[in-house]
């Protein structure tokens, strides 16, 4: 009997060592992740965190020194953005309001049907649609831009709201998440339920399918409103008008005029840390309406 004791416990005497040298090896693994991650966290919130502080400084603090302390000329710097022009800051952050919030709404909704039609129907073309659209995610925008402007020019609707608002409703990337998610959201047996109790294919889409897919459109708004917020090409190509600029384009005019008036440095600085209210706030809103149990009762097995 001791014998055998003793043949058990070798082993796990034996293993005591190996098992006592595994956690910490894999915990210096694991850091390497995170310290990446601390490290991308830093190198993107860094110059944020330089734009509030420089945001709060006056043109002499801003110019004199280099630090990440806090200056004295936050109030006078929005009173001065708040008078150049009249209050023009406030116009092109009302155009951005307009275009990211009408487009990214349009957007949605566009997104919603395509997607839910592409996962739920059958019908001949379907992928060859799909791959095109796969296709138009990887397009750069870049290069839609020129021929854009050209086919709004033959409308005559250049430097108008519209020719910003038009080219944002149509998104590839935003129907290929309505897709994958309509997918995975919408089971076909509901869908199935609500054709065998007489509803309407519109009635099945708005009463059944969009509510399981909120979450889903909720990102693809956000995706969307945040693109055409920060979108300075389409406007750069389309508008001539300043009174129907966005804040990317009308910061960059004051950054231009900066050159030869360098006090409005401090406008362009104040000016784009307002900018980011925005979207923090919009982020912190509907946040709420990312869950994860929306479906949770849907099916019963």
Same mark, same amino acid.
């Given at each position: &009997?001791?014998?055998?004791?003793?043949?058990?416990?070798?082993?796990?005497?034996g293993t005591t060592p190996g098992t006592a040298r595994r956690p910490p090896l894999r915990r210096r693994i694991a850091?390497?992740?995170?310290?990446?991650l601390l490290l991308g966290a830093v190198y993107?919130?860094?110059?944020?965190?330089?734009?509030?502080?420089? #945001?709060?400084? #006056? =043109?002499?603090?801003?110019?004199?020194?280099?630090?990440?302390?806090p200056g004295t000329g936050f109030a006078d710097n929005i009173r001065d953005l708040d008078a150049y022009r009249g209050g023009v800051y406030w116009t092109w952050m009302g155009n951005s309001a307009?275009?990211?919030?009408?487009?990214?709404?349009?957007?949605?909704? $566009? #997104?919603?049907?395509?997607?839910?039609?592409?996962?739920?129907?059958?019908?001949?073309?379907?992928?060859? @649609?799909?791959?095109?659209?796969?296709?138009?995610?990887? @397009?750069?925008?870049?290069?839609?831009?020129?021929?854009?402007?050209?086919?709004?020019?033959? /409308?005559?609707?250049?430097?108008?709201?519209?020719?910003?608002?038009?080219?944002?409703?149509?998104?590839?990337? =935003? $129907?290929?998440?309505?897709?994958?998610?309509?997918?995975? /959201?919408?089971?076909?047996?509901?869908v199935e339920a609500g054709r065998m109790d007489g509803a309407s294919e519109w009635r099945i889409f708005t009463r059944?399918?969009?509510? @399981? &897919?909120?979450?889903? &459109?909720?990102?693809?708004?956000?995706?969307q409103f945040v693109?055409?917020?920060?979108n300075f090409l389409l406007p750069y190509i389309m508008l #001539?008008?300043?009174?129907?600029?966005?804040?990317?384009? =009308?910061?960059?005019t004051l950054l231009e005029q900066g050159a030869n008036t360098p006090a409005l440095y401090t406008l362009v600085i104040t000016g784009a840390f307002l900018a980011v209210l925005p979207l923090i706030a919009l982020f912190l809103v509907i946040q709420r309406f990312w869950s994860l149990d929306l479906l949770s009762g849907a099916v019963k097995s």
């Open positions: &009997m001791s014998a055998l004791a003793v043949h058990d416990a070798a082993p796990a005497a850091l390497v992740p995170t310290l990446t993107t919130l860094l110059p944020v965190a330089w734009v509030v502080i420089a #945001s709060t400084k #006056s =043109g002499h603090e801003l110019f004199s020194t280099f630090t990440f302390l307009l275009y990211a919030g009408l487009g990214a709404l349009l957007s949605t909704a $566009v #997104s919603a049907f395509s997607g839910y039609a592409l996962a739920t129907y059958r019908f001949r073309g379907r992928e060859t @649609m799909f791959n095109v659209l796969l296709a138009g995610v990887l @397009m750069p925008p870049v290069i839609l831009a020129i021929p854009q402007y050209l086919l709004l020019a033959k /409308a005559d609707l250049t430097d108008s709201y519209l020719s910003v608002l038009l080219p944002q409703i149509l998104s590839p990337y =935003g $129907v290929y998440l309505a897709r994958i998610y309509a997918s995975a /959201a919408v089971p076909a047996d509901v059944i399918a969009l509510p @399981m &897919m909120i979450p889903g &459109m909720v990102t693809v708004f956000l995706f693109a055409v917020w920060n #001539s008008d300043d009174e129907k600029f966005p804040l990317t384009l =009308g910061l960059y």
